[in-house]
């Protein structure tokens, strides 16, 4: 079965250091590997996503992941934190019938 | 990206009463459409899958008489709350995915619903 494990509930980082959100996952088969984030009383937003290829991935908003299949994680990474980053984040995995299994959220806080 | 609204972004509504909450795709054909549960800093839960012309596929637990699903078109789902109840009170969000965008989900803004 798949599933999806984000260990840190709040992660706060002040603003311009390099920040990280961890995610670690458990599927059979290839994972495909998504990150959204969600601001107040909004949906989800699509940051990025592994499906295959290189293990680090870019996406929006200068957001990147690196797929560790040894580890089993994609932690999702940005060299330098905004304070506009603070939001809800969440680690996917696509499950039967292509359906989203998602993490509990961690939510970041970027300290000006 | 791809462009999924929902209506009405909020509601409050009766005990007893049954409210109806619209998804659509704007810019893209959504072969299937999803919709989530979201509780006050929770993760999502997924409801229910449905697809174009399909009865919907409910996920364990979740009251199919309770929670109807309906996507008639590739464009639009509905889910209709009804006999609302103040434990329906939550935050819904559907999702759309389509061949022409990928199989990636794209995700509506969220319907806050209030039973009082």
């Known amino acids: 079965a798949q599933s999806v494990a984000q260990p840190e509930d709040q992660v706060n980082v002040a603003e311009g250091n390099p920040l990280t959100v961890k995610c670690t996952y458990s599927?059979?088969?290839?994972?495909?590997l998504f990150w959204y984030v969600q601001y107040p009383n909004r949906g989800l937003q699509f940051l990025l996503k592994?499906?295959?290829?290189?293990?680090l991935v870019k996406g929006s908003y200068g957001f990147e992941a690196e797929f560790n299949k040894s580890q089993t994680s994609f932690h999702l990474k940005k060299p330098s934190a905004l304070v506009s980053d603070s939001a809800l984040y969440f680690c996917?995995?696509?499950?039967?019938?292509?359906?989203?299994?998602f993490g509990t959220g961690t939510r970041l806080t970027v300290i000006p | 990206g791809a462009v999924v609204s929902q209506h009405p972004s909020w509601v409050i509504c009766k005990s007893g009463t049954s409210v109806k909450i619209e998804c659509r795709s704007l810019?893209?054909?959504?072969?299937?459409m999803f919709w989530y549960r979201q509780f006050p800093k929770q993760s999502l839960m997924l409801m229910a899958t449905?697809?174009?012309?399909?009865?919907?596929?409910?996920e364990q637990g979740v009251e199919k008489d309770k929670f109807l699903i309906n996507h008639a078109s590739l464009t639009l789902s509905t889910l209709t709350v009804t006999s609302a109840h103040p434990e329906d009170s939550s935050f819904y969000i559907c999702?759309?995915?389509?061949?022409?965008?990928?199989?990636?989900?794209?995700f509506g803004p969220g319907t806050r619903l209030t039973v009082t």
């Open positions: 999702s759309a995915r389509g061949q022409s965008r990928g199989y990636e989900q794209y």
């Open positions: 599927v059979s088969g290839n994972p495909y």
């Open positions: 592994y499906i295959t290829g290189d293990n």
């Open positions: 996917a995995v696509n499950g039967g019938a292509n359906n989203l299994f």
């Open positions: 810019d893209f054909q959504a072969t299937t």
């Open positions: 449905s697809n174009e012309g399909s009865k919907a596929t409910y």
